[in-house]
């Protein structure tokens, strides 16, 4: 009671009227309530203390208007399927490609920069549609400004149009709408108008505030215009970043590159990003060893809405993930080690959970089966009790109790979150059409871990790789604990590897 009370009064006393040593003291006394109550260990109390007043000091920050300079839109492309999202994505990205001298490679890092001939900047997010933009913002990382929405003048609203309208809403994101594909001679954008009047999208022309602009994703007709609405849009909402202070941003893209090592592309939000910044992101931190840009040219520095490539993670950090700096290579250890414990502790409890269940759902149906064999003899009773528990094992296969040769839990690792969906993807139609009892125990992105052939162990299963290693200690340990890895660079090698492991501990079922 009292290390909330005194909790609360940390949060609720304005900055301006608390002195740093006042602040200090009731933080220390919260700490050694929580110690003594908790039993928690005074460094992890310590941790959380330190957590909350990072986040009391960014509330604070942006009461500082005195430092924030204006910064370039962040602009994400949606709209229904076909109707051109990537088409304009291209030919925006080559627009700039004209601009810059030739010969530039642009690889697809997440975004890229359009610079205008007025010198305003764009920033685009190349991953069109709004699976990777609700996944972002389910994060909580909303990392986009401006969206422009995509729709076909030959086709009108249709329904991935009007979810992407019910996206921005209720992001609270404002639209500038492309009417696509204007050069056909079936183009009909008067029709678009007054048919987005119908999802509450009112263009100027109706008297509403949103742009509409006539665009060909094609010819590359009116591209400028649409920047041109960009940025006025941009302007009208007074985006401002403090460029200087701890980096603040969001990873939009990470992989695995044969030269770099783990490379997370990255949008800065708040800050400046340099080479030698110490990050953290989810559960994996950097010292940035080299920036590079779209087109693989090595930045010194990236300052608000620029999207990079971190090259210096020790893990690979996911997609959606917030990027903060800190001030030593050491507090970053501790915040990922922090977050490690929290995320062990929820998972623990989770398992904690599911097991008392399972105990439960055991006692009740042992009730049952007495109730309802309590007419027959000893020798009847049993052999029912063995029938049902061997219905419930089959429906059950992987509980360690219940030990059966029939189903196979699995671990999937990946190098990215994309190639892990695929492989889940793959695995559930496999599934849903064959019947075959797979179990997936665990999937994630990065090499082996220990944990992972633990977790193998436990359920005795196996672990597939794609795109990742796994190290000779990891290998060692596995084959110690009688855990298969298989590791694979080609997703149906992997599925087919699959099968035949499926396929080999099927007959043990009939
Ligand atoms: P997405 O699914 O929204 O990413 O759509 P795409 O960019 O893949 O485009 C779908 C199809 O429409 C492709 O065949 C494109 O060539 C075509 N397309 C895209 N933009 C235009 C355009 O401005 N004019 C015409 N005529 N066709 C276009």
Same mark, same amino acid.
């Given at each position: 009671?009292?290390?909330?009370?005194?909790?609360?009064?940390?949060?609720?006393?304005?900055?301006?009227?608390?002195?740093?040593?006042?602040?200090?003291?009731?933080?220390?006394?919260?700490?050694?309530?929580?110690?003594?109550?908790?039993?928690?260990?005074?460094?992890?109390?310590?941790?959380?203390?330190?957590?909350?007043?990072?986040?009391?000091?960014?509330?604070?920050?942006?009461?500082?208007?005195? #430092?924030?300079?204006?910064?370039?839109?962040?602009?994400?492309?949606?709209?229904?399927?076909?109707?051109?999202?990537?088409?304009?994505?291209?030919?925006?990205?080559?627009?700039?490609?004209?601009?810059?001298?030739?010969? @530039?490679?642009?690889?697809?890092? @997440?975004?890229?920069?359009?610079?205008?001939?007025?010198?305003?900047?764009?920033?685009?997010?190349?991953?069109?549609?709004?699976?990777?933009?609700? $996944?972002?913002?389910?994060?909580?990382?909303?990392?986009?400004?401006? !969206?422009?929405?995509?729709?076909?003048?030959?086709?009108?609203?249709?329904?991935?149009?009007?979810?992407?309208?019910?996206?921005?809403?209720?992001?609270?994101?404002?639209?500038? =709408?492309? =009417?696509?594909?204007?050069?056909?001679?079936?183009?009909?954008?008067?029709?678009?108008?007054?048919?987005?009047?119908?999802?509450?999208?009112?263009?100027?022309?109706? @008297?509403?505030?949103?742009?509409?602009?006539?665009?060909?994703? &094609?010819?590359?007709?009116?591209?400028?215009? &649409?920047?041109?609405?960009?940025?006025?849009?941009?302007? =009208?909402?007074?985006?401002?970043?403090?460029?200087?202070?701890?980096?603040?941003?969001?990873?939009?893209?990470?992989?695995?590159?044969?030269?770099?090592?783990?490379?997370? #592309?990255?949008?800065?939000?708040?800050?400046?990003?340099?080479?030698?910044?110490?990050?953290?992101?989810?559960?994996?931190?950097?010292?940035?060893?080299?920036?590079?840009?779209?087109?693989?040219?090595?930045?010194?520095?990236?300052?608000?809405?620029?999207?990079?490539?971190?090259?210096?993670?020790?893990?690979?950090?996911?997609?959606?993930?917030?990027?903060?700096?800190?001030? #030593?290579?050491?507090?970053?250890?501790?915040?990922?080690?922090?977050? $490690?414990?929290?995320?062990?502790?929820?998972?623990?409890?989770?398992?904690?959970?599911?097991?008392?269940?399972?105990?439960?759902?055991?006692?009740?149906?042992?009730?049952?089966?007495?109730? $309802?064999?309590?007419?027959?003899?000893?020798?009847?009773?049993?052999?029912?009790?063995?029938?049902?528990?061997?219905?419930?094992?089959?429906?059950?296969?992987?509980?360690?109790?219940?030990?059966?040769?029939?189903?196979?839990?699995?671990?999937?690792?990946?190098?990215?979150?994309? $190639? =892990?969906?695929?492989?889940?993807?793959?695995?559930?139609?496999?599934?849903?059409?064959?019947?075959?009892?797979?179990?997936?125990?665990?999937?994630?992105?990065?090499?082996?871990?220990?944990?992972?052939?633990?977790?193998?162990?436990?359920?005795?299963?196996?672990?597939?790789?794609?795109?990742?290693?796994?190290?000779? #200690?990891?290998?060692?340990?596995?084959?110690?604990?009688?855990?298969?890895?298989?590791?694979?660079?080609?997703?149906?090698?992997? !599925?087919?590897?699959?099968?035949?492991?499926?396929?080999?501990?099927?007959?043990?079922?009939?």
């Amino acid at each position: 009671k009292d290390a909330d009370h005194v909790f609360e009064a940390l949060l609720n006393t304005p900055a301006e009227s608390q002195t740093l040593e006042e602040e200090e003291v009731l933080e220390e006394r919260w700490i050694k309530e929580v110690v003594t109550r908790s039993g928690m260990k005074y460094r992890w109390a310590r941790l959380a203390q330190e957590k909350e007043r990072e986040n009391r000091d960014a509330s604070r920050r942006v009461l500082a208007p005195a #430092s924030l300079r204006p910064r370039p839109p962040v602009v994400t492309i949606m709209g229904h399927v076909d109707h051109g999202k990537t088409s304009l994505l291209d030919a925006l990205r080559r627009s700039q490609l004209v601009e810059q001298e030739a010969g @530039g490679i642009t690889q697809h890092i @997440g975004a890229f920069l359009v610079a205008l001939p007025t010198g305003e900047q764009i920033t685009f997010l190349d991953t069109p549609g709004h699976a990777a933009f609700t $996944s972002m913002r389910a994060r909580g990382a909303n990392a986009t400004d401006i !969206i422009i929405l995509v729709v076909a003048a030959d086709d009108g609203v249709m329904n991935q149009t009007v979810e992407s309208i019910q996206h921005a809403k209720n992001a609270r994101v404002p639209v500038i =709408v492309a =009417v696509n594909k204007c050069d056909k001679p079936q183009a009909e954008p008067e029709r678009v108008a007054r048919e987005l009047l119908e999802h509450g999208v009112v263009g100027e022309e109706h @008297g509403g505030d949103v742009q509409v602009i006539p665009v060909s994703a &094609l010819k590359g007709d009116n591209l400028m215009l &649409l920047a041109e609405a960009t940025v006025a849009l941009a302007e =009208v909402l007074e985006l401002k970043a403090d460029p200087g202070g701890p980096v603040e941003g969001v990873v939009i893209e990470s992989r695995t590159d044969r030269g770099k090592g783990a490379v997370a #592309s990255v949008i800065v939000q708040q800050g400046t990003l340099r080479r030698g910044c110490v990050l953290v992101a989810g559960r994996s931190w950097a010292k940035v060893r080299f920036l590079f840009d779209e087109q693989d040219k090595a930045l010194e520095e990236a300052g608000p809405s620029r999207a990079v490539q971190v090259v210096g993670w020790k893990d690979l950090p996911s997609a959606g993930e917030e990027l903060l700096e800190v001030e #030593s290579e050491q507090r970053a250890r501790e915040v990922v080690e922090w977050r $490690s414990y929290e995320e062990e502790q929820a998972q623990l409890k989770e398992e904690h959970k599911v097991i008392q269940e399972r105990q439960q759902e055991h006692q009740e149906r042992y009730q049952e089966q007495r109730q $309802s064999t309590a007419h027959l003899s000893w020798r009847q009773r049993k052999a029912a009790l063995y029938r049902a528990n061997r219905q419930q094992a089959a429906m059950r296969p992987s509980e360690k109790t219940e030990k059966n040769q029939h189903c196979l839990p699995l671990i999937v690792k990946g190098d990215v979150d994309g $190639s =892990v969906e695929a492989i889940l993807g793959l695995l559930e139609s496999y599934d849903a059409h064959d019947q075959c009892q797979m179990e997936l125990v665990h999937f994630g992105v990065g090499e082996i871990s220990e944990k992972d052939v633990n977790l193998a162990e436990t359920f005795s299963g196996s672990i597939y790789g794609f795109n990742v290693s796994a190290s000779k #200690s990891i290998l060692r340990l596995a084959e110690k604990k009688g855990v298969q890895i298989h590791l694979h660079n080609i997703i149906y090698k992997l !599925i087919d590897g699959l099968k035949e492991e499926l396929s080999s501990t099927l007959p043990a079922l009939l």
